[in-house]
């Protein structure tokens, strides 16, 4: 049965793309450069920590980029200028936490051209991020970068496999980016640890985790490297994983509460953090702020800057 499916998705896929090919579907300019972070895997890849890198990195360059993501599963309508108040029920798991800890506006956008017009006519932004915007056709991007964590040309189409698209689709790509050890290309990236974080919001040293029983609770595609992680930092860890955007319950607390009787502390993702009532967490809890260090960013940054450049749009100088 998943084969057959597979097959009807692939058919599905392969004729979306094909309209936006020959310019059966329209393709929306929006008058600011777009570069989409995205991929072809489902979940796991590291969009959102990449995005929030090259947003920092962009920042400290004199531009000023506004992140422009779908913020999933958020219930408010329309493009949203999401604030680090805002709850993860409003705008998404991903648009709170780019918008706490990126450094530049995020915009909630359902309608990626929507949230692109925002960006350009009320926040005066010199180039939109597009997070997860690979099979995003509808917008106009100057730049397609595609992060792979995998070995996509092995891989089969969903639900049999993980691929979101055919691996050919990544000649479409301008960069492509391998993380988590995948491939041996120049451009790759990798997740590392570097503090962290009390359920007020406060850092701490990573030397807290050395020698502690932990257990790591996460609800991410792909929890194995997290739980590696706090391994590789000194830490004896329980696993306790649930489904990708999982949505914490009561009954999910006070599961967590039990396994968590006579470790030293309760670890997640800092991902999952953002779902939880801070207010509701016992002090035990922490979890684990991560940051993508890219290999080729230098190359990534002076192409961007060009596109920029080129716009008329920049404000540097």
Same mark, same amino acid.
């Given at each position: *049965?998943?084969?057959?499916?597979?097959?009807?998705?692939?058919?599905?896929?392969?004729?979306? &793309?094909?309209?936006?090919?020959?310019?059966?579907?329209? @393709?929306?300019?929006? /008058?600011?450069?777009?570069?989409?972070? $995205? &991929?072809?895997?489902?979940?796991?890849?590291?969009? %959102?920590?990449? %995005?929030?890198? #090259?947003? !920092?990195?962009?920042?400290?360059? $004199?531009?000023?980029?506004?992140?422009?993501?779908?913020?999933?599963?958020?219930? =408010?309508? /329309?493009?949203?200028?999401?604030?680090?108040?805002?709850?993860?029920?409003?705008?998404?798991?991903?648009?709170?936490? *780019?918008?706490?800890?990126? /450094?530049?506006?995020?915009?909630?956008?359902?309608?990626?051209?929507?949230?692109? #017009?925002?960006?350009?006519?009320?926040?005066?932004?010199?180039?939109?991020?597009?997070?997860?915007?690979?099979?995003?056709?509808?917008?106009?991007?100057?730049?397609?970068?595609?992060?792979?964590? /995998?070995?996509?040309?092995?891989?089969?189409?969903?639900?049999?496999?993980?691929? !979101?698209?055919?691996? $050919?689709?990544?000649? +479409?790509?301008?960069?492509?980016?391998?993380?988590?050890?995948? $491939?041996?290309?120049? *451009?790759?990236?990798?997740?590392?640890?570097?503090?962290?974080?009390?359920?007020?919001?406060?850092?701490?040293?990573?030397?807290?985790?050395?020698? !502690?029983?932990?257990?790591?609770?996460?609800?991410?595609?792909?929890?194995?490297?997290?739980?590696?992680?706090?391994?590789?930092?000194?830490?004896?860890?329980?696993?306790?994983?649930?489904?990708?955007?999982?949505?914490?319950? +009561? +009954?999910?607390?006070?599961?967590?509460?039990? +396994?968590?009787?006579?470790?030293? #502390?309760? @670890?997640?993702?800092?991902?999952?953090?953002? !779902?939880?009532?801070?207010?509701? =967490?016992?002090?035990?809890?922490?979890? #684990?702020?991560?940051?993508?260090? @890219?290999?080729?960013?230098?190359?990534?940054?002076?192409?961007?800057?060009?596109?920029?450049?080129?716009?008329? =749009?920049?404000?540097?100088?």
């Amino acid at each position: *049965m998943r084969k057959a499916l597979s097959r009807l998705y692939g058919s599905v896929v392969a004729a979306r &793309n094909l309209c936006y090919d020959t310019g059966v579907f329209t @393709v929306h300019r929006t /008058g600011i450069p777009v570069v989409s972070i $995205g &991929n072809i895997e489902a979940g796991g890849t590291g969009k %959102t920590p990449m %995005t929030i890198a #090259l947003a !920092r990195e962009l920042s400290s360059r $004199g531009l000023e980029p506004a992140i422009v993501t779908r913020g999933y599963r958020g219930r =408010l309508k /329309g493009a949203v200028l999401v604030r680090p108040d805002h709850q993860a029920c409003e705008v998404g798991v991903e648009a709170l936490l *780019m918008a706490r800890v990126s /450094g530049v506006p995020v915009i909630k956008a359902p309608d990626r051209v929507e949230g692109a #017009l925002l960006a350009r006519e009320v926040l005066s932004s010199d180039l939109v991020l597009l997070d997860d915007g690979f099979q995003h056709r509808r917008i106009h991007r100057d730049l397609d970068i595609v992060l792979v964590a /995998g070995d996509a040309r092995s891989d089969a189409l969903l639900p049999l496999g993980r691929l !979101r698209e055919p691996a $050919g689709s990544l000649a +479409r790509a301008d960069i492509v980016i391998h993380t988590k050890g995948a $491939g041996t290309s120049e *451009m790759s990236a990798e997740l590392v640890p570097c503090s962290l974080i009390d359920p007020s919001g406060a850092e701490e040293d990573l030397t807290g985790l050395r020698g !502690r029983h932990v257990l790591a609770v996460s609800g991410i595609a792909r929890p194995g490297h997290f739980m590696e992680m706090l391994q590789d930092l000194g830490s004896r860890v329980d696993a306790l994983a649930f489904s990708d955007h999982h949505g914490f319950t +009561r +009954r999910d607390m006070e599961t967590i509460s039990t +396994r968590a009787r006579g470790k030293d #502390l309760i @670890v997640t993702t800092e991902k999952d953090l953002v !779902r939880l009532d801070p207010s509701q =967490l016992e002090k035990t809890w922490r979890a #684990l702020r991560v940051e993508m260090r @890219v290999r080729g960013m230098e190359t990534i940054v002076r192409e961007i800057e060009n596109i920029v450049r080129k716009s008329g =749009l920049s404000r540097q100088g």
